[in-house]
């Protein structure tokens, strides 16, 4: 699976937009981009995923570049609740193998 | 609820004890993960099953390890002899076959003492 990179941390106002970027620069043209995050003592919750359109959920929505090397992914309006681990995953959906391989993620804090 | 469930949610052992964990998978959910995460980590690969049969068995599984899916529902992971650095959270994950979405329980919690 490809490798990603994220910012370690980043801080947030509450009720603003939080936008999380991700570098996926060697991904392949199989592999989906995944987004989970991960609250305190908690499993990691799944966000959303695409693989080259743009997509939107009830919880966020992921933005990816035309090349494909780069994601972000947007929670509009971030709330106290926000506050976890991202995690931004590049995985391939192949006939053996649906395995996720987690990074360190980026720590969102999002203050009133 | 019908997501993955996980039991215990918390365990704590002595050192050289045998533990057990249980996780029962969303229905219809045919792949089964393990993971394990250690504090400011994020989680690890462990083993695999598809059905019954386990196909992939991560280098960080000792043998002091063990999963097994008898009928391809539940699984259980068991660590014998524990030590402290067995300490961490023990995820199981699911998904079926031809989704995309692989779905965490919350994790049971080990700490050896």
């Known amino acids: 699976d490809a490798k990603t990179t994220q910012p370690p941390s980043m801080d947030c106002a509450e009720g603003r937009a939080a936008n999380l970027p991700c570098n996926h620069s060697?991904?392949?043209?199989?592999?989906?981009v995944y987004w989970y995050r991960q609250i305190h003592s908690q499993g990691p919750q799944y966000i959303i995923h695409g693989l080259k359109n743009n997509e939107t959920n009830e919880m966020a929505s992921l933005i990816i570049t035309e090349d494909r090397k780069s994601s972000t992914l947007i929670l509009p309006h971030a709330t106290l609740r926000d506050t976890a681990v991202y995690y931004c995953?590049?995985?391939?959906?192949?006939?053996?193998?649906?395995?996720?391989?987690f990074g360190a993620g980026t720590t969102v804090t999002v203050r009133a | 609820d019908t997501g993955v469930s996980q039991d215990p949610r918390h365990k704590i052992t002595k050192r050289g004890q045998n533990v057990t964990f249980r996780c029962d998978p969303i229905s219809e959910h045919n792949r089964l993960y393990w993971y394990r995460q250690t504090l400011g980590q994020g989680p690890e690969f462990l083993t695999y099953?598809?059905?019954?049969?386990?196909?992939?068995k991560s280098r960080l599984l000792s043998d002091r390890f063990s999963a097994e899916r008898p009928k391809g529902s539940f699984s259980t992971l068991e660590i014998q002899r524990t030590e402290q650095g067995d300490s961490a959270m023990y995820l199981c994950?699911?998904?079926?076959?031809?989704?995309?979405?692989?779905?965490f329980g919350e994790g049971s919690w080990l700490t050896v003492v």
């Open positions: 060697t991904i392949s043209g199989n592999e989906y």
């Open positions: 099953f598809q059905n019954e049969a386990q196909l992939e």
């Open positions: 995953i590049v995985s391939g959906i192949r006939s053996n193998d649906y395995k996720l391989s």
């Open positions: 994950a699911s998904i079926r076959d031809g989704g995309n979405t692989i779905y």
